[in-house]
């Protein structure tokens, strides 16, 4: 992500949840079956038995939320890291670049980025793979699912509640073309909104 797309993030923390919860800016939206698979999607989440995970990218742990066993947050926004921390007070939570992990190599059973790795150009890409790798043994990737109506990538504008407006790149995955970029996996998660894909 660029740094103008890292500081959109910090910005929009207080109201990121809109997102999920079909509330404020994303109140008239439509998504069909959105909350029925979201639910779906945090219960595939909740199933792991990982003694240990590392979410990176975390943001405000909505999905953090859902991992069982020993859980760290990273992200780079401390607005987003309040929101996490007050939502998940058993979690440990760090501030840190997702390309420059400051953990030790197989320091974790599980990494899971949920919503990051879709926003990443393709030497970005490269290196979070390297680094999920050397972290962690299993890494589970979230993403938006690729649909009829959107490209499957794109540059979009985002606008806040403070009528600001902010450009930012986005993939759009079918989980087998998930599991063919990133070399290996299974599905976790196929729906309408969200893949899921345990490499
Ligand atoms: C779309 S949000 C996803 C949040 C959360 N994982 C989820 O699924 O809802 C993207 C997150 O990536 C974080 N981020 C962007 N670039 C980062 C980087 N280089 N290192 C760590 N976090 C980063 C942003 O601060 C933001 O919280």
């Given at each position: 992500?660029?740094?103008?797309?890292?500081?959109?993030?910090d910005?929009?923390?207080?109201?990121?949840?809109?997102w999920?919860?079909?509330?404020?800016?994303?109140?008239?939206?439509?998504?069909?079956?959105?909350?029925?698979?979201?639910?779906?999607?945090?219960?595939?989440?909740?199933?792991?038995?990982?003694?240990?995970?590392?979410?990176?990218?975390?943001?405000?742990?909505?999905l953090?939320?859902?991992?069982?066993?020993?859980v760290?947050?990273?992200?780079?926004?401390?607005?987003?890291?309040?929101?996490?921390?007050?939502?998940?007070?058993?979690?440990?939570?760090?501030?840190?670049?997702?390309?420059?992990?400051?953990?030790?190599?197989?320091?974790?059973d599980?990494?899971?980025?949920?919503?990051?790795?879709?926003?990443?150009?393709?030497?970005?890409?490269?290196?979070?793979?390297?680094?999920?790798?050397?972290?962690?043994?299993?890494?589970?990737?979230?993403?938006?699912?690729?649909?009829?109506?959107?490209?499957?990538?794109?540059?979009?504008?985002?606008?806040?509640?403070?009528?600001?407006?902010?450009?930012?790149y986005k993939?759009y995955?079918?989980?087998?073309?998930?599991?063919t970029?990133?070399?290996?996996?299974?599905?976790?998660?196929?729906?309408?909104?969200?893949?899921g894909?345990?490499?």
């Open positions: 992500m660029t740094e103008a797309e890292r500081a959109y993030y910005r929009r923390a207080a109201e990121y949840d809109d999920y919860l079909g509330t404020g800016l994303f109140a008239q939206r439509a998504r069909p079956g959105w909350a029925e698979e979201l639910a779906a999607l945090r219960a595939a989440v909740a199933s792991l038995r990982f003694s240990s995970c590392l979410d990176v990218a975390c943001g405000t742990g909505f953090t939320e859902s991992l069982h066993g020993l760290t947050g990273l992200d780079q926004s401390a607005s987003m890291l309040g929101i996490a921390r007050a939502r998940i007070p058993r979690g440990v939570f760090v501030r840190g670049d997702a390309l420059k992990l400051p953990f030790r190599s197989a320091q974790f599980c990494l899971v980025t949920g919503h990051f790795y879709g926003h990443l150009d393709e030497t970005a890409r490269r290196i979070f793979l390297i680094e999920a790798r050397r972290v962690s043994k299993s890494f589970l990737i979230i993403d938006a699912a690729a649909r009829d109506d959107v490209p499957s990538e794109e540059h979009q504008e985002r606008v806040l509640n403070d009528g600001s407006r902010h450009l930012v993939r995955f079918t989980p087998e073309r998930l599991i970029e990133i070399g290996s996996g299974r599905t976790l998660h196929a729906g309408q909104w969200f893949v894909v345990l490499a």
